[in-house]
């Protein structure tokens, strides 16, 4: 059982939808992520929260929100949504201590399309 | 611009045969990660390499960190059709202020029995 859960595995929404990605990690990291994962494309980080602090990649469209309500949880709010926004998306958590080279631990993500 | 370039994108290759994928960049990392990814699951860290020149082995699976901390590269012998599954190397960045775990676009590989 992977230490990082994610719900739904599965989302279907239409464009003018607002849905909402949950995910929780069972690990006591202190640092969590959203990645997003299309065909063909690298891995794109969206967002980080690192010791309650936020930090988010500047490229990603203001209809994607996360909500970072403590260190076990987090959530991707989605609306008004692009079929382009079409992916995989992933949550990940990790323990931030003094070097960033610690491993990522994954959840097996939600598979989102948007018609 | 793309930090980590993965070469090959696909690799099919019969069980048993040997093979070599390669992560490179003209950035230099503090360290190179090798996650893989199999259909329907998160990636799942393989290895962490951290010193120039380092070999780390894992069962039939080498990784090897450059010399120069700036490419890696994951040799499989004898390749099993569990080694099926995408391969991705990941290094962390500075960007934007923050230090960041950036991905290659992965190496798709398939072990055909």
């Known amino acids: 059982e992977t230490g990082v859960t994610q719900t739904p595995r599965h989302l279907v929404m239409g464009m003018t939808n607002k849905k909402s990605l949950k995910c929780e990690q069972h690990?006591?990291?202190?640092?969590m992520y959203w990645y997003k994962q299309s065909a063909k494309k690298p891995l794109e980080l969206m967002f980080v929260?690192?010791?309650?602090?936020?930090?988010e990649n500047n490229s990603v469209p203001s209809r994607f929100s996360p909500e970072c309500p403590n260190s076990s949880h987090l959530f991707l709010h989605l609306h008004t949504l692009q079929p382009e926004d079409s992916a995989l998306y992933l949550c990940?958590?990790?323990?931030?201590?003094?070097?960033?080279?610690?491993?990522?631990?994954f959840g097996n993500g939600t598979r989102l399309t948007v018609t | 611009t793309q930090l980590l370039e993965q070469s090959p994108q696909f690799l099919s290759i019969q069980e048993g045969e040997n093979l070599t994928v390669y992560c490179n960049s003209s950035?230099?990392?503090?360290?190179l990660q090798w996650y893989r990814q199999e259909p329907g699951e998160g990636p799942v860290l393989l290895v962490t390499?951290?010193?120039?020149?380092e070999v780390k082995k894992l069962k039939r699976l080498t990784f090897q960190f450059g010399d120069a901390r700036k490419d890696s590269s994951l040799h499989i012998t004898a390749a099993q059709p569990g080694d099926t599954g995408l391969y991705l190397c990941?290094?962390?960045?500075?960007?934007?202020?923050?230090?960041?775990?950036?991905f290659g676009q992965g190496t798709r590989l398939t072990i055909n029995p």
């Open positions: 990940a958590s990790s323990q931030v201590v003094r070097g960033p080279t610690l491993p990522l631990h």
């Open positions: 690990l006591g990291h202190n640092a």
């Open positions: 390499v951290v010193t120039g020149g």
């Open positions: 990941a290094g962390w960045s500075l960007i934007q202020g923050a230090q960041k775990l950036v």
């Open positions: 950035s230099v990392f503090s360290s």
């Open positions: 929260y690192s010791l309650e602090e936020r930090v």
